[in-house]
């Protein structure tokens, strides 16, 4: 299943780099891509463990950029 998400606040390309390598790291990831132009995270990841890779996910985001959100 894949689903993109906005993201607020995302001051950084080099961060959102760094987000899309540690993303593409969590189990159960297929693929993530981190958008810096369009401030988009897209995850191609499995179904039944979406909700818990979108929650770790947004601690990702939050622990390289404090200031990004992930708008479900």
Do not use: W
């Not at 894949?2 to 899309?20: G, V, W, Y």
């Not at 790291?25 to 981190?34: E, H, I, M, P, R």
């Not at 499995?46 to 990702?60: S, Y």
């Amino acid at each position: 299943m894949k689903k993109s998400f906005k993201l607020e606040e995302l001051d950084c390309a080099n961060c959102a780099a760094k987000m899309e390598r540690e993303i593409n790291k969590l189990d159960g990831v297929n693929s993530a891509t981190v958008n810096f132009m369009s401030q988009r995270l897209t995850i191609d990841a499995d179904p039944e463990d979406f909700d818990r890779i979108i929650e770790a996910a947004a601690r990702v985001c939050k622990k390289i950029e404090p200031d990004c959100n992930i708008v479900r």
